[in-house]
């Protein structure tokens, strides 16, 4: 027992301990690229309008600019640009940051003065330190061509590995990887290059974790790939990605390592899935705020006053309630496909996923089995939920990125239904 538990716990911080020396390689390496290319780039790509909205289309460029943003102020010692960034705070005019870097290239002639640069120590903000390591060999507009490219391209080898996993549970998986594929808004988030990273890595990942099945057998190696995700997921946020990941994770591995039906067994790899994630997240965090606090005398009392305002039932003194959130995240439910018809028809169906598959678990008469997946996907389910009911203010104020999370419960909707249905049939077909 105690040779398990310390090979567990050799594992699991291999995994954390990668993540953190990679991601501090990638940062400090981001610190070499000329800052001349970075301006001379930056500047074509505003010159060139490659940020400007496509009709009908959302797309979230506020982020994208700041990450420009940032790696123009970036610190001229690459070790101190690596563990910190600095960005121009939106004042009292209110300028969207692409305008601002208009602004300070002088193609946009409006005589304003901008805000000093300040530190921005909320987290570390890993986009920006790949962006410029992509522009060291490419411009901006094909960096996002090539996030757009590998977006799609990690979500189509997360089902080949699925594939290469089990042919059956490749079925129930494959409602996930349709929904992320075209009911994830990535037709205006895939080319992003802040929102893009974060969720190719995840899937990634997870397309190792699932394809290389006979050496992620054993629980502790899959574990140790957890881990690694879990810190490398807090190198680019903090609260976005936390409920993704914990669900995406916590789901995938139910479905491809986890005995069908064994309770016993979806309990303990579920707790050590979820509790391996979330230590990690939370160690890497409290990382971020140690060093930030030794380094440029932030107290941890600012990210704990950051967090108490994220998940405010306010939003600037105006108060909120979860049907204001409620009503927000569905006037942006079209993001999810392209137009709100069809997302509000992919929600219904989902919807209609759950009730066949709770009146098909009643005909199945071993119902332990598809009554295990669906109390795991329910599980998953309910962790985004519960993720938006906690970060009111937070999922109000961005609720037109946090409204994408919404494509895992809407595809577990269609796995629950498909899993259930298929297991009924299979127990009444009459034996041969």
């Known amino acids: ?25 990638i940062s400090v390496t981001a610190g070499f690229v000329p800052r001349e290319r970075l301006e001379a780039l930056i500047r074509t790509a505003i010159e060139n309008h490659v940020f ?41 005019e209110s300028l ?8 300070e290239f002088g193609i946009d002639k409006r005589d304003v003065k901008l805000a000093e640069p300040t530190l921005y120590p909320n987290y ?26 590998l977006s799609y391209a990690s979500l189509l080898l997360l089902l080949a590995a699925a594939w290469r996993n089990s042919r059956e549970r490749f079925w129930h998986f494959l409602p996930i990887g349709l929904v992320l594929l075209f009911g994830f808004g990535q037709y205006g988030y895939a080319h992003n290059i802040a929102a893009a990273p974060q969720f190719d890595s995840i899937f990634l990942v997870l397309a190792a974790i699932v394809g290389f099945r006979e050496w992620f057998a054993p629980l502790h190696r899959r574990l140790f790939a957890m ?17 993704f990941v914990l669900s995406l994770v ?60 994220r998940t405010a039932s306010s939003d600037v003194g105006t108060p909120l309630t979860h049907l204001d959130v409620i009503k927000q995240l569905y006037s942006f439910l079209g993001q999810l496909t392209g137009s709100h018809g069809s997302a509000l028809a992919l929600v219904l169906a989902s919807a209609m996923g759950w009730v066949i598959a709770l009146v098909a678990v009643q005909t199945d008469p071993n119902q332990r089995v598809p009554g295990v997946d ?22 109000y104020v961005h609720a037109f990125m946090m409204v994408r999370l919404l494509a895992l419960p809407i595809s577990y909707g269609f796995v629950a239904a498909l899993i259930t249905v298929q297991s009924a049939r299979s127990a009444l077909r009459p034996n041969r």
Do not use: K
């Open 374 to 395: 669906l109390a795991v996907l329910a599980v998953g389910a309910g962790g985004i939920f519960l993720w938006y009911a906690l970060f009111v203010n937070h999922t």
């Open 96 to 103: 969207h940051p692409c305008t601002m870097l208009a602004v």
């Open 227 to 243: 881990s690694f995700l879990g810190a490398w997921t807090i190198y680019f946020d903090t609260i976005f990605s936390f409920s």
């Open 1 to 25: 027992m105690a040779s398990s538990a310390a090979r567990l716990a050799g594992w699991t911080s291999g995994g954390l301990l990668l993540a953190t020396a990679l991601t501090f390689l």
């Open 124 to 149: 570390h903000f890993g986009g920006r330190y790949l962006a410029a390591i992509g522009l060291s060999v490419m411009g901006v507009a094909n960096l996002r061509f090539a996030y757009e490219l």
């Open 250 to 309: 916590l789901v995938t591995n139910h479905l491809f390592y986890v005995p069908r039906g064994d309770l016993r067994a979806a309990i303990r790899q579920g707790a050590a899935v979820l509790a391996v994630l979330a230590g990690s997240m939370a160690v890497t965090f409290a990382l971020h705020v140690m060093l930030m606090d030794y380094m440029y005398g932030i107290p941890p009392a600012y990210f704990i006053g950051g967090i108490a305002a």
């Open 52 to 92: 400007e909205h496509r009709q009908g289309v959302y797309e979230e460029t506020f982020s994208e600019c700041v990450l420009l943003q940032m790696n123009l102020l970036r610190d001229p010692d690459p070790l101190r640009s690596a563990l910190s960034s600095r960005w121009v705070r939106p004042g009292p």
